[in-house]
């Protein structure tokens, strides 16, 4: 991870780990294990071992992450819903765990009920990129080939109901086109076959995209919040270069189960 990648990341985790924290004398007295939904080395899994580094630190115990990727992450979700709510097992949320409750028409817990919720952890924005000798040149290019084609263009995502799937969902609905979801399990292997030019475009978050950037193995369109991003401020927004008015961001959080002692979870 480049030092800007790490500076972005840590910037917005440093509420979470800069302060003490005052758990019960019996907790921890062993390893906890840090759960997410996603493959690892993409963005939640990245953020995911930097909030266990913090939390290794402040806590005097290891802090293990485990990814369980499969279903946009209600699968891992589900598994830390029914832990026991002992401070032992934690789940990284990320923004798809607000929608997902939406988007399927059952799951195996409740989205709210279920779990303590512990603390925000970061906030970011997604970039559009594709591979660096693609015809798409640009956010305006990618709209006006997608309205132009009979055949739609292919993207990727880390699973259907994600929030990166969403956001291209509204881009293709606002720009009234159509595109092509590709589900994979994780963002790792959506770069891979966008790299190898089986897929148009993906959108991520930055963590995950910034070294093939600086490379030039990939080439960004725009990024996706309401300003350009700092660690890319060269690359436009989908509004002011294409829709006005598109604006997409993300989160991860912290959460364990229900009924976790507020001693611990704070």
Do not use: C
């Not at 880390?158 to 994979?184: D, R, T, W």
């Not at 996706?224 to 991860?252: D, K």
Request: hydrophobic share 45%; glycine share 8%; net charge neutral.
């Amino acid at each position: 991870m480049t030092a800007v990648t790490r500076g972005t990341v840590l910037a917005s985790l440093t509420t979470l780990i800069a302060f003490p924290v005052f758990p019960d004398t019996a907790w921890p007295n062993r390893p906890i294990t840090l759960v997410h939904g996603f493959a690892a080395g993409g963005p939640t899994d990245t953020v995911a071992r930097i909030i266990a580094r913090g939390l290794t630190t402040r806590l005097g115990q290891q802090v293990v992450v485990d990814p369980r990727p499969g279903a946009s992450g209600t699968i891992a979700a589900g598994q830390v819903a029914r832990a026991a709510a002992d401070g032992y097992t934690l789940l990284a949320i990320p923004g798809g765990h607000a929608t997902a409750d939406a988007l399927y028409q059952k799951l195996p817990y409740k989205t709210i009920d279920d779990f303590s919720m512990i603390s925000m952890a970061s906030e970011y924005p997604f970039v559009f990129v594709t591979y660096a000798d693609h015809k798409i040149q640009t956010i305006a290019d990618l709209i006006n080939h997608a309205r132009s084609q009979k055949i739609p263009l292919l993207y990727g995502s880390p699973g259907i109901g994600s929030v990166h799937h969403l956001a291209v969902e509204l881009l293709a609905e606002m720009a009234n086109v159509q595109l092509q979801h590709v589900p994979y399990r994780g963002s790792a292997q959506v770069v891979t076959d966008l790299l190898g030019k089986r897929i148009d475009f993906m959108i991520d978050p930055p963590t995950l995209l910034i070294e093939f950037l600086a490379s030039g193995k990939l080439r960004s369109l725009a990024v996706t919040s309401a300003s350009r991003f700092f660690s890319l401020p060269e690359v436009p927004t989908v509004s002011e270069a294409a829709l006005p008015g598109y604006v997409v961001t993300s989160w991860q959080g912290l959460a364990g189960p229900a009924g976790m002692p507020p001693s611990v979870a704070d």
